[in-house]
């Protein structure tokens, strides 16, 4: 019994520890997109050579520090319709729109938008 009790408490915590980190974002019939939770949409913008579409955007903070008067970066990631990177860059982010981040991320997601004109929210 306490093997079957040991089975089945592997199966469900291997279970959940495989859940995703996407969700699936349905437009219109038979067009969805995979994105993840974190990221936003954008409308589909050509990045790669190879002519690979971002759909989506994510954004890490580093450099971080008390220091509010120097601002931080961030690593930008991009994303194709099924949830892929496909590209990455830095993004500096100033004092003035850092200092707004504790209360909402929207400010530094508009920042990075502003600084790349090619990426727009649909």
């Known amino acids: 019994m306490k093997k079957i009790i040991l089975l089945a408490a592997l ?14 974002v349905s437009k219109a019939l038979g067009d969805s997109i995979t994105i993840q939770k ?3 949409e954008i409308n589909p ?3 790669t ?12 903070a580093f450099n971080v520090t ?3 008067t120097s601002g931080f ?12 990177a496909i590209g990455a860059f830095n ?3 100033p004092a003035n729109i850092g200092n707004l981040w504790y209360k909402d991320p929207t400010p530094v997601d508009d920042y990075i938008l502003s ?8």
């Open 66 to 68: 008390r220091d509010t």
């Open 91 to 93: 993004c500096p982010i």
């Open 49 to 60: 050579a190879q002519g690979d579409s971002a759909r989506s955007i994510n954004w890490y």
């Open 45 to 47: 913008v050509i990045v």
């Open 73 to 84: 970066n961030t690593y930008v990631q991009l994303f194709d319709r099924n949830g892929k």
């Open 115 to 122: 600084q790349n004109p090619r990426f727009i929210k649909p």
């Open 11 to 24: 199966f469900i915590g291997a279970k959940s520890f495989g859940q995703s980190d996407t969700i699936i």
């Open 38 to 40: 974190s990221a936003f």
